[in-house]
């Protein structure tokens, strides 16, 4: 029985005749679909993909597969690789904006930042900053963070936002002030971890 599932035109056979089972369907797909969401993310990020994005991806598309009409199907595991590689795309864009997204804030808190110039900083030390602001961003309350992302990365004019919010505009500034303020403490005490792991590596 298991030799049987493990043939794709077999599977796609039950599948047809409505008798195949999700498990029996991922275990003929998955290999295939998990080798093409990763070179997805991989071609569009130019970095290691990450695993949790790839298994996110693999799941979107074998839930787009399964519900497909079976009998509209007749390349199992090479339609399952193209819609793997269209959600691995879509991680890849999340990413991709994400960084962007970072990228902007971190540059709108240069002044605010005692100890970072971002026109001077080296190019390594710039693409670490940017990934310390979106960890940082990421550890806001919801409140904070919606803020922040809907009036700095979308663009919407705060007093807008505030009235959508049923908040007052002095409410919504010292809300994403507060954030401003705490991804700036964040940034701070990453780098004093920075330098002090330094400065251990440097006395062994």
Known sequence: MVAESDEPEH??????AG????????????????????????????ERPDP?????????????????????????????????????RDQARKY?????RARELTEQLGDRLSFAQLDEDAA?????????T????????????VVIEQTVYDGVPLSDWAHAQG?????????RQRGFDAIKRCLERKKRESEAAEQDGGST
């Open 11 to 16: 599977v796609l056979e039950l599948w047809r």
């Open 19 to 46: 008798r195949a089972t999700q498990l029996e369907l991922l275990a003929v797909v998955r290999d295939a679909m998990y080798q093409s969401a990763r070179r997805a993310i991989w071609m569009m990020t130019e």
């Open 52 to 88: 949790h994005a790839v298994h996110e991806a693999v799941g979107q598309a074998f839930r787009e597969l399964w519900a497909k009409d079976a009998d509209t199907v007749e390349r199992l595991v090479g339609l399952a690789a193209v819609i793997a590689d269209r959600r691995g």
């Open 96 to 100: 991709i904006t994400e960084q962007r």
């Open 124 to 132: 390594e030390r710039r693409a670490e900053l940017i990934g310390d």
């Open 134 to 145: 979106r960890d940082c961003l990421n550890g806001l309350t919801d409140d904070q963070r």
């Open 167 to 175: 908040k007052s505009y002095e409410a919504a500034r010292a809300q």
